[in-house]
T-cell receptor, first 116, second 114 residues
Framework: AQSVAQPEDQVKVAEGNPLTVKCTYS??????LFWYVQYPNRGLQFLLK??????LVKGSYGFEAEFNKSQTSFHLKKPSALVSDSALYFC??????????????FGQGTELSVKP | DAGVIQSPRHEVTEMGQEVTLRCKPI?????LFWYRQTMMRGLELLIY????????DSGMPEDRFSAKMPNASFSTLKIQPSEPRDSAVYFC????????????FGPGTRLTVT
């Protein structure tokens, strides 16, 4: 069965420092991987995705993610964190269920807190 | 495009009343998803449609919940009768195969059942 895990409920970093939000996955077949961000009182917002190609994917707001097939990970990174990056981050994987593959499986979310 | 549109944005109702949430997906998207988010349970997929046909409703909590998609541009999620434990934020999202299934979320409806 397809699944995704975010091992940290919360990540705290200082402004200006690099940040990493972790995600591991389990899928049969080639994974479609996604990161979303949710600011308070808002819907989830797409950040980036990996479908195929270069293992380093660049997305919105200076975020990037590295696909590592051997470690089945897709960690979200940013070289220099901003206070405005504080939000809830979700990792997701496409669910290849039978012949119908439109569903995404979301992780439980990681709350990122960036302090000035 | 205006993005996914949900209405109402806030709904306060009394236990036992019927509640109807509405969603207009992005034009051209052939998938529509209904999610529920609470602090306790996180983000839960309730049901999703492909080309207006329900594909997976295994996340619908019980018979009090029902969802319809009469056409490609409109969907409803109905709760009848509502209970206080239904209080949550309900999100609608849409996607398409052409976008590699990347989902676009609406702003959500915050439901409070007293």
């Amino acid at each position: 069965a397809q699944s995704v895990a975010q091992p940290e409920d919360q990540v705290k970093v200082a402004e200006g420092n690099p940040l990493t939000v972790k995600c591991t996955y389990s899928v049969s077949g080639n994974p479609y991987l996604f990161w979303y961000v949710q600011y308070p009182n808002r819907g989830l917002q797409f950040l980036l995705k990996y479908i195929t190609g270069d293992n380093l994917v660049k997305g919105s707001y200076g975020f990037e993610a590295e696909f590592n097939k051997s470690q089945t990970s897709f960690h979200l990174k940013k070289p220099s964190a901003l206070v405005s990056d504080s939000a809830l981050y979700f990792c997701a994987v496409r669910d290849f269920h039978f012949l119908e593959g439109g569903k995404l499986i979301f992780g439980q979310g990681t709350e990122l807190s960036v302090k000035p | 495009d205006a993005g996914v549109i949900q209405s109402p944005r806030h709904e306060v109702t009394e236990m036992g009343q019927e509640v109807t949430l509405r969603c207009k997906p992005i034009s051209g998207h052939d998938y529509l998803f209904w999610y529920r988010q609470t602090m306790m349970r996180g983000l839960e997929l309730l049901i999703y449609f492909n080309n207006n046909v329900p594909i997976d409703d295994s996340g619908m909590p019980e018979d009090r919940f029902s969802a319809k998609m009469p056409n490609a541009s409109f969907s409803t999620l109905k709760i009848q009768p509502s209970e206080p434990r239904d209080s949550a934020v309900y999100f609608c999202a849409s996607s398409s195969e052409g976008l590699s299934y990347e989902q676009y979320f609406g702003p959500g409806t915050r439901l409070t059942v007293t």
